[in-house]
């Protein structure tokens, strides 16, 4: 699973690009590296208002746990979920009372172990070159929380061997044409399934080698110590 995104675009790029505009003004700071690890923000543009851009912690968090997020984060690490999974959750139980979002970013990393587990070899996917790169738009699901509060799920599907590398599910890469379709309330179960089987990008993706992984682990560390200073300030 894709734990690791990047989204190192300014706001008003971002807004340009989507049509859509951040709700909550001033919070919003490019980032070259976010993982799962202390359930960060992502950024999300939500089905309920399709011209908003929204922070939203990931690690989907279900209506019947919203008061028990702790412990349910510490059993569960829902930041991620394959298309089958999606597809089969149950519309109609209240406890899974959630919408489809966009979640941006402008890159994602993949790692696999080699050579007896010694060595880590790294890859990022972009759509396009550095500050030139365009932005993604992954198929994702959300929950309201609280007034203002989301949380968010990436969901996947596995890579084309053809693209990436390795055997790995990578978020689902929403094609510019079917952005929209997606946020769209009266999609059938059906157009579901075609869309997501339809639906993904047809842009040629940039993968570039981390050779040494020097720069991946700057940032990994650089990462972590953000981590641990924001857990330190909730004990």
């Known amino acids: 699973m894709c734990i690791e995104v990047s989204l190192n675009k300014t706001d008003l790029e971002i807004e340009d690009f989507f049509d859509a505009y951040f709700r909550v003004m001033c919070e919003y700071e490019p980032y070259s590296y976010r993982a799962a690890l202390g359930f960060p923000n992502l950024y999300i543009i939500p089905q309920h208002d399709p011209d908003g851009i929204w922070p939203a912690h990931w690690g989907f968090i279900p209506a019947n746990e919203s008061d028990n997020i702790l412990s349910f984060r510490q059993q569960y690490n829902l930041h991620a979920i394959s298309i089958d999974q ?47 790169g365009k932005l993604f738009a992954f198929a994702g699901i959300y929950y309201l929380i609280d007034e203002d509060l989301f949380s968010c799920c990436i969901i996947t599907n596995p890579a084309n061997k053809n693209v990436i590398p390795l055997e790995s599910e990578i978020p689902f890469i929403l094609d510019d044409t079917f952005r929209n379709e997606w946020l769209r309330e009266d999609l059938t179960q059906a157009a579901l399934k075609s869309l997501l089987q339809f639906g993904f990008t047809k842009d040629r993706l940039k993968v570039t080698s981390y050779k040494g992984t020097a720069m991946y682990r700057e940032e990994i560390h650089s990462y972590k110590k953000v981590v641990a200073s924001h857990l330190n300030r909730n004990i």
């Open 86 to 132: 999606f597809l089969n959750l149950k519309y109609n139980k209240p406890s899974l009372n959630f919408g489809r979002c966009l979640i941006l970013a402008d890159g994602f990393y993949l790692s696999e172990l080699r050579s007896g587990n010694k060595n880590r070899k790294i890859w990022k996917v972009t759509n396009g070159d550095g500050a030139k």
